[in-house]
């Protein structure tokens, strides 16, 4: 797990450390000493930590004007032991959504598993939002991974799904990603409650 890196080819167009707004300004990274693990595997260092031991997250690209966010996830999500949607939504979300963020793209390619607990926070995370046209949409989930979200009805309060996987978002600017997204959840509202 040490080798697999956030994406980095954006960053000629964010860099959370240089976002005065973001949770993780002023974060300096040593690229030669792992520190972080998910269990007795140690990750690659530039991955952020927001407060679970189990998942790490990077914040890819933010666009204040958009209200965007597009964030990448590696490890086990695990809400059932670590609460982990109470840390991302507490330490990450919040701070942006006080800067006007409101769409959330969470990329899973590394997301290995799911532990689910209740769906109240997801809840919150989406009243906190909806007022303002915002969503919530979690691409390229395994497929074990969003039945498991769904046993928990995580699926009433944001988007995800085979019809969000999208296996060549590298291929795609942050802008043209966010506009696939915004385009997808337009054609495939959230399931009723």
């Not at 942006?96 to 209740?118: A, C, P, R």
């Amino acid at each position: 797990m040490h080798d697999i890196e956030p994406y980095h080819l954006w960053r000629d167009q964010y860099i959370a450390s240089e976002d005065q707004h973001s949770p993780f300004f002023g974060t300096e990274y040593d690229e030669f000493h792992f520190t972080n693990t998910i269990y007795n595997y140690y990750i690659h260092p530039q991955w952020d930590d927001f407060g679970s031991t189990t998942l790490y997250l990077k914040v890819l690209y933010v666009n204040y004007e958009q209200g965007v966010c597009i964030i990448e996830l590696i490890g086990e999500w695990n809400d059932c032991l670590q609460n982990d949607i109470m840390h991302l939504k507490r330490n990450v979300i919040e701070p942006l959504e006080e800067k006007g963020i409101t769409k959330y793209i969470l990329i899973g390619d590394n997301v290995l598993n799911f532990h689910g607990s209740d769906n109240c926070y997801y809840e919150e995370w989406y009243e906190d939002i909806i007022d303002s046209d915002g969503w919530i949409c979690f691409i390229n989930m395994l497929d074990h991974v969003v039945l498991e979200m769904e046993d928990v009805q995580i699926h009433h309060f944001v988007h995800l799904g085979k019809f969000f996987h999208l296996p060549d978002w590298r291929t795609l600017s942050p802008k043209s990603l966010f506009k696939k997204i915004e385009m997808g959840i337009a054609k495939k509202p959230l399931a009723l409650l």
